[in-house]
């Protein structure tokens, strides 16, 4: 670990931007069709069940990261076997991010340019900011919530002022039942983006004042998921559901068909941008929880002299992990059941060890 | 500081790498694309289409007298033939200068007989491709002339054909409300829900002359280019066309009118009234009888007198109150005749279905697959018309005294 500071400021623009992540730009939610935006409200119940359960965890060891304490409750072999697995997962989804910024850029501004380019750079920037520390990250994504907010809000007033939202488009409410709300929001929407907090308990010890972690992590995950239903909503609503379901980058799309007296056009680039500021800051967070995690399984003195060599990976996992976008869209069925198992049964495991032995503990 | 040549290195790779210089365009070597046409090629699934794209001639259109030099048309066109839209369009590149670049796309026109085909598989590429943006408007040929011979029309006024089709589309939505616009987003949800109407331009006159400069040296030039009818499709083919007040109809009921005029009755003198409608609002709601929709349209509709050529005296609040009765009626008549033709035609162009769906989805449901085919047609339409006539210009009585 190093020493380090965080204010719950910036704690909180850390997760907030973490939370916006890919998933506001991306095709998200629409098995839920029209009632996608309820799905990610019913999602977000669902993580704030989850938040508990990380809470729980990190108030009985508020100074041992994640990786640290999973092995106090396990064991120090199981214990290190599935901290190691978290690490990879993290190592995993950091690549995924770059992955989806690389290919939004591809095909929709830079369509000539190799991926490998941009995911380089990108990854290069992410490692850099990495070597310079938690603290440092944290104070950039101070500085770029307020650029990301005054985007939002700009995105968001051209959109409704265009005239091109028809709220009619998202009725009617409930169209095919409770059904295909609930399966889309558990456990897909649940465990992307709110389960993907997990990551910030490699962050939590670096809080300077930690019975505040709690309040910056409600509100940063409730705050952002209600951001991402009304994005939805406004998505579906401007786009009709079928383009809704059809398209790659909705929001994207969305934006895009913004038209304001043959004057104000084409603004795309706002949503670029916004993909860009978060998915810097989510991969940022994924690496560095990575990097932070294996250092300390490995009992290495500092995280740093692994930054380069694992930064190197995630450029490799980025741009292997799936041969078109398509496939990496499908995400696989061991992904898929690999992240269930890490950010929800795991856990909930852990909550149970720790219950039992603090029962024992105190008889 | 001993890292300092070794920082230099890595900003230098850094300056190069963030130019992007794999997508650098240069202006000058972009074709832009102002119109797109596309005809029907030969009867053979292999170049099956035929598209001709309109590129600006950047020197020309600048402006600027360029003395003694002869002037060279504003636009030119380029055809080839393919069996995919993208296709051919890259064969196109043979014969232009650069790259095409399509963002700058004002219109689209498809030749009659291609419609007649169909025309569902030309926009999978426009809303695929990133290069373009799925808000121009979206034309149909009409007639004898292709969209090719449209697209090149010489006009004057405005020295870009282009431009000029998507000009006079947009004044005439504006100021005559009977032909509105479609968006290529419009015709690709249409498609989907699968009935759209779609605006239809024609060349009036002799169709050979227009492809000229001296076309445009007339006063009154021998060819032109006219907005005329909304074509109304089913399933991607072009089934009918829409004229007139049947055309008004559609725009009534989409709520998309912004002005128009409209001419009464006065007593035995025909159409000598002629309305201007400026305010208007239209909405749609669905009831269920019997498991059956019942579709009410309510318009209300503001209005004043622009011409007057009968002797009634319109400083009379009863007078007008009675003309306003008579506005009602014909904007009834209007969207029930719409209405009557489109359900002739079983196709639900005004996405009634939706509305539908919104109010009962389980009736929906059941009825969603004959929906066009059976009940469409069957259903009972209540058309509500609320017209008042506000003000009646700077005069109250004509005139004229017969």
């Known amino acids: ?363 | 500081m001993r890292h300092k040549p070794f920082m230099l290195i890595v900003v230098c790779i850094f300056v190069v790498l963030l130019s992007g210089c794999w997508d650098r365009e240069e202006l000058q070597q972009l074709s832009i694309v102002s119109g797109m046409a596309i005809d029907k090629g030969s009867d053979k699934i292999k170049n099956r289409y035929r598209v001709t794209v309109q590129i600006i001639n950047p020197s020309q259109v600048a402006g600027g007298q360029q003395g003694g030099k002869v002037q060279a048309s504003p636009v030119t066109t380029f055809t080839e033939t393919g069996s995919t839209l993208a296709e051919t369009l890259r064969k196109i590149s043979t014969k232009t200068p650069g790259e095409l670049f399509f963002p700058h796309l004002q219109v689209l026109v498809i030749g009659e007989k291609v419609a007649k085909e169909g025309i569902e598989d030309l926009f999978d590429m426009i809303e695929r491709d990133a290069q373009f943006r799925v808000l121009f408007p979206v034309l149909i040929a009409r007639g004898h002339a292709t969209a090719k011979e449209t697209l090149e029309v010489t006009t004057p006024l405005e020295a870009i054909p282009s431009a000029k089709i998507g000009d006079a589309l947009k004044s005439s939505e504006e100021d005559w409300g009977t032909y509105k616009s479609t968006r290529a987003d419009q015709v690709i949800q249409g498609l989907k829900s699968g009935s759209v109407v779609v605006t239809g331009v024609r060349i009036d006159g002799e169709t050979k002359s227009g492809n000229t400069t001296t076309n445009t040296q007339q006063i009154s030039p021998s060819t032109q280019i006219e907005i005329k009818g909304m074509a109304l499709f089913k399933d991607g083919k072009l089934e009918n066309w829409l004229e007139g007040h049947a055309a008004r109809g559609v725009t009534w009921i989409t709520n998309e009118m912004k002005r128009t005029v409209i001419n009464l009755n006065c007593g035995k003198k025909k159409e000598a009234i002629a309305i201007e409608i400026s305010r208007t609002k239209s909405s749609t709601h669905v009831t269920i009888k019997h498991q059956k929709p019942v579709i009410y349209i309510t318009v209300h509709a503001e209005g004043a007198v622009l011409e007057n050529n009968c002797s009634k005296d319109l400083g009379k609040s009863q007078v007008l109150g009675q003309l306003d009765e008579q506005l009602e009626e014909e904007i009834k008549q209007e969207i029930l005749l719409t209405v009557k033709k489109a359900q002739k035609q079983k196709s639900d162009i005004f996405n009634f279905g939706e509305t539908v769906n919104i109010a009962n989805k389980h009736v929906w449901n059941n009825i969603n697959n004959s929906w066009e085919k059976d009940i469409f047609p069957e259903t009972e339409v209540h058309v509500n018309v609320q017209a008042i006539i506000r003000r009646t210009g700077m005069t109250t009585k004509s005139y004229i005294n017969k």
């Open chain 1, 1 to 363: 670990m190093e020493k380090a500071k965080l204010s719950v400021i910036q704690l909180f623009a850390l997760m907030f931007i973490f939370e916006m992540g890919t998933a506001l730009v991306v095709s998200y939610g629409t098995n839920a069709r029209k009632d996608a935006w309820l799905a990610i409200l019913l999602a977000l119940c669902g993580g704030i069940v989850l938040f508990y359960i990380f809470h729980f965890l990190y108030r009985q060891y508020p100074n041992l990261l994640f990786t640290g304490y999973i092995r106090e409750l396990f064991g120090k072999y199981l214990g290190w076997i599935v901290g190691l697995l978290y690490c990879l997962h993290f190592l995993y989804i950091c690549g995924r991010n770059v992955r989806e910024l690389g290919d939004l850029l591809v095909s929709s501004t830079l369509s000539e340019t190799p991926l490998l380019a941009i995911n380089l750079t990108l990854v290069l920037v992410i490692c850099y900011v990495i070597h310079l520390g938690i603290e440092v990250v944290g104070r950039t994504a101070e500085v770029f919530m307020v650029v990301l907010l005054l985007l939002g809000a700009a995105g968001n007033f051209f959109v409704l002022v265009s005239g091109d939202v028809d709220f009619h488009q998202i009725r009617p409410f409930l169209e095919r039942g409770w059904k295909p709300i609930f399966t889309t929001a558990f456990p897909h929407l649940l465990i992307f983006p709110f389960g993907e907090m997990i990551a910030f308990t490699m962050l939590l010890p670096y809080l300077n004042r930690p019975q505040l972690a709690k309040r910056a992590w409600l509100a940063a995950m409730i705050s952002s998921g209600v951001i991402l239903s009304w994005t939805v909503l406004l998505n579906t609503s401007v786009l009709g559901i079928d383009v809704m379901q059809r398209s790659v980058f909705p929001t994207l799309t969305a934006v895009g068909k913004v038209n304001l007296f043959d004057f104000i056009e084409r603004l795309d680039a706002i949503v670029v941008f916004t993909l860009l500021i978060t998915v810097f800051f989510k991969a940022s967070i994924y690496l560095y929880a990575a990097v932070l995690g294996i250092a300390d399984l490995f009992k290495l003195k500092t995280y740093r002299q692994i930054l380069l060599p694992i930064g190197t990976i995630v450029i490799f996992l980025s741009l292997t992990m799936a041969s078109s976008f398509s496939e990496q869209g499908e995400e696989g069925f061991l992904n898929h059941y690999l992240s269930l198992a890490l950010l929800i049964v795991v856990p909930m495991l852990m909550l149970l060890v720790s219950v039992i032995r603090n029962h024992f503990a105190r008889n």
